[in-house]
Structure formats: C-alpha cells, structure tokens
C-alpha cells in the first residue's frame, strides 16, 4: 500500500520522535558519573521535551488541508504504521540504541552517537518530505528539520569541550 501524509501526520511522528529522544538522553544521563555530563545530557532531554512542545504546537496550527485525509483507511492502519516508523527509522532516540547504552559508555561516544541519530533524523525528514503533497503542508517538515540542525550544532559544541 501507498501512503502519502499530510502535515498533521509528520507531526505526530516527531512527536513520538522527540519523546524518544528525551528517553534517550535521560538513559545516558542516568549511565554517566561526572555531575558536568549528567547535567548535559538531561538539558538535552529537556530541549528535546522543548522540540516536542513546540512541534504540538506547530501541528495545532496547522489549516485544516493540512490536516486533510490523504488516504481511506477504515482500518486506522495509518496511526500503526506512523508509530512503527517513528520507533524504527534509525534516527534519533531510536528505543534500541538507548538500551545499548552501557555505564562505561564514554561522553563523547554518546555524543557521535546523538550526533549520528540527529543526522539520521534529519535524512529521514528530508525522505519523508516526499511523500507529503505540497498542499498537505510540505513546507512545514523544514521547520522540524531546522530544529534538528540546531541540536547538532549544539551537540557538536560540546563535543569540541570534550576535546
């Protein structure tokens, strides 16, 4: 089956991405021993707990096209498959790498990994831009996108600390 989304759609995915991310985070915080990375790491949570309020409220404004049906789906099969790919699309606070985290992972290992899965998330924006109809609000996944470029810059800033 083919799927095109519309605006209020990708918002929910980033929704759930966000809340991933925010796990992610606070999991790595909880593993690190310096006070110094504990509290980076929860800032970051909570930036990402920041991304998500800001992408609810991005999705209530959104017009009602942008809200508008792209698809019939009787059997709400839409709603699973936008979780299942929000869960598994191998960007940032993907479940399964927060649970590889171990006690001994290094700052910086934890850092390239956010960076990686931030860059991740921003690849994946870019490929499912595609595949929301411009009238649907199309141009509304560059302003998820810039949100996760800002995160990389940040992150990148404390990695060169680390150094």
Do not use: C, W
């Not at 089956?1 to 759930?16: G, K, L, P, Q, T």
């Not at 508008?68 to 709400?76: C, I, L, M, N």
Request: proline fraction near 3%; aromatic fraction near 8%.
């Amino acid at each position: 089956m083919s799927y095109n989304f519309n605006a209020d759609e990708i918002f929910a995915v980033a929704i759930r991405i966000e809340e991933n991310g925010a796990a992610f985070y606070r999991k790595a915080a909880t593993l690190q021993k310096e006070a110094e990375n504990q509290k980076f790491l929860n800032q970051l949570a909570k930036m990402e707990d920041n991304h998500k309020t800001s992408f609810e409220k991005m999705k209530k404004e959104l017009s009602e096209m942008e809200k508008g049906s792209t698809v019939f789906d009787p059997e709400e099969e839409l709603g699973l498959y936008l979780t299942a790919m929000a869960d598994t699309h191998g960007g940032e606070g993907d479940p399964k790498v927060a649970d590889s985290l171990t006690e001994n992972q290094p700052m910086k290992d934890i850092l390239n990994i956010a960076i990686g899965l931030e860059k991740e998330s921003i690849l994946f924006y870019l490929g499912i831009k595609n595949l929301l109809p411009p009238k649907y609000g199309q141009d509304k996944i560059d302003d998820i996108i810039k949100e996760e470029q800002k995160h990389i810059a940040q992150l990148n800033t404390f990695l060169k600390r680390l150094n």
